[in-house]
């Protein structure tokens, strides 16, 4: 499965480098690229990929316990609707964290999210993000792998900068998970949180 994910968001990122002689346009011909001047709710498609800090967390009413921050990273393809809207579906994974004998790590997630941005400058937007996450979230204990794939509510707070009408770099956190409550499997009672940090580069059309 990690095999066609890796090859998923390599293609993704490949879609982001620049098209020769490519002309910055939006879809409506204005060339609102980086604001929507004229108030029509032009939609500007944009792919990217993000890497950073990536934090597992799962404890059980064992009392086990274990937090670990790795690295992850993720691909994107979003479009901004006008000035304050935007969607963006992102596919990504994580590193593995090992505490004694136990090692989490997150295989695959899936994050489908409602953008509400604010310019606050021709160049510079802060963001929102609500949505949700699906992810496989594997332990692995004594070279035994138990793993549970679940969805939960995500949420965090960001900003872009554009370097030109095409290229937008940004920094953000996002909460993807918060005290999911994974199968009996991974421990009783337990609960799990995805958090992440990431830097990004965006490619818009």
Request: hydrophobic share 40%; glycine share 12%; proline share 2%.
């Amino acid at each position: 499965m990690r095999k066609y994910l890796h090859i998923t968001i390599a293609a993704l990122c490949l879609a982001a480098l620049p098209l020769a002689n490519a002309e910055a346009q939006d879809l409506d011909g204005d060339n609102d690229i980086r604001v929507d001047s004229d108030g029509d709710f032009d939609i500007r498609p944009y792919t990217g990929f993000a890497a950073g800090a990536f934090g597992l967390e799962l404890r059980d009413s064992a009392g086990y316990s274990q937090k670990s921050t790795v690295f992850g990273g993720y691909a994107k393809l979003g479009a901004d609707i006008g000035d304050n809207l935007g969607a963006e579906l992102r596919i990504g994974s994580s590193s593995s964290g090992t505490k004694g004998n136990t090692k989490l790590s997150d295989s695959y997630f899936i994050s489908y999210l409602a953008k509400l941005q604010m310019p606050l400058a021709p160049d510079f937007k802060v963001y929102a993000l609500l949505g949700g996450t699906t992810a496989n979230f594997k332990k692995t204990t004594a070279g035994t792998a138990k793993s549970q794939s679940k969805t939960g509510f995500s949420y965090g707070l960001g900003g872009d900068f554009h370097l030109d009408d095409r290229l937008a770099a940004g920094a953000e956190w996002v909460q993807y998970w918060t005290n999911v409550k994974l199968g009996t499997a991974l421990g009783p009672n337990n609960k799990a949180k995805l958090w992440g940090i990431m830097g990004s580069l965006s490619y818009h059309f």
